[in-house]
């Protein structure tokens, strides 16, 4: 399977997640990371479950996949998420050493690109656009809903 394929099979698995977030009136943003082609965590944003400003699906999924592997650096891993990380996550994701990021949708009011082009890893790569159609249609039918 070539790497565009895969790319978006996992970005599919992370839209679940991104739709259990919606279903349960979170912000939906799935993430999952992939280490050696196996799913190790999946996740979705928890902020108003948690009330924790810090839950994004991406921090969730962070910490899964360093509890599965037993370690903080993430360095065999990719993320993959629906939407453009926010700064905060971008920096987890540096301080991981996530090497590469596939994402969805940008985000151009609060994505890392805007404010913090340059807090990933020195070494990482970052894909945007795999499924955007997909990842911006389900957030914006989410804040349709919600005004």
């Not at 790497?3 to 099979?9: H, R, S």
């Not at 890893?121 to 990842?135: M, N, Q, R």
Request: glycine share 8%; aromatic share 6%.
């Amino acid at each position: 399977m070539n790497t565009e394929n895969q790319d978006e099979q996992f970005m599919r698995k992370a839209l679940v997640e991104a739709q259990a977030a919606f279903d349960e009136g979170e912000i939906p943003v799935g993430a999952i990371v992939v280490c050696r082609g196996r799913i190790i965590s999946r996740a979705h944003n928890l902020t108003e479950t948690l009330t924790d400003v810090t839950a994004h699906a991406e921090m969730q999924a962070i910490t899964a996949a360093a509890n599965a592997l037993g370690g903080k650096y993430l360095t065999d891993c990719t993320l993959y998420v629906t939407v453009e990380p926010c700064p905060m996550c971008a920096g987890a994701i540096g301080w991981a050493q996530i090497p590469r990021i596939v994402y969805g949708a940008p985000d151009e009011k609060r994505g890392y690109r805007r404010f913090a082009p340059d807090v990933l890893h020195p070494k990482a790569t970052a894909i945007g656009g795999v499924l955007e159609e997909e990842c911006r249609t389900l957030m914006q039918e989410f804040f349709k809903k919600r005004r």
